[in-house]
């Protein structure tokens, strides 16, 4: 079965740590380039970090660069998201996506992604 499983979420306090992950499974994700976004209550999806099929490139929102690091595991087929300095506005869903072949590196857009996770929630308390 092709899917991608989140998980690590949960409530932290302002200027704490979290590490997501994101499992995948039924398709190569060492093929696939895969990205991160996330959505807060009452607003749009918004894209935050994507990284490269083999690991070594990377691109991140400018609300989130230099707090977050994107990671992808290959050998475990597991993508990670550490969220450090977490602020009250990175409340959201976050959810990750494997880029569809053909689409752009880094796409902010969500139908180019599949497949894509239930999400896991993230609440900072101020």
């Known amino acids: 079965q092709v899917q991608l499983v989140e998980s690590g979420g949960g409530l932290v306090q302002s200027g704490g740590s979290l590490r997501l992950s994101c499992a995948a499974s039924?398709?190569?994700?060492?093929?696939?380039?895969m990205s991160w976004f996330r959505q807060a209550p009452g607003k749009g999806l918004e894209w935050v970090s994507s990284i490269t099929s083999s690991g070594y490139g990377e691109a991140y929102a400018d609300s989130v660069a230099g707090r977050f690091t994107v990671i992808k595991d290959n050998d475990k087929e597991i993508l990670y998201l550490y969220m450090n300095s977490l602020k009250s506005e990175d409340t959201a869903i976050y959810y990750c996506?494997?880029?569809?072949?053909?689409?752009?590196?880094?796409?902010?857009?969500?139908?180019?992604?599949?497949?894509w996770g239930q999400g896991t929630q993230v609440t900072v308390s101020s």
């Open positions: 996506g494997s880029l569809r072949r053909g689409s752009q590196w880094a796409s902010k857009i969500r139908s180019d992604y599949d497949p």
């Open positions: 039924g398709f190569a994700f060492s093929a696939y380039d």
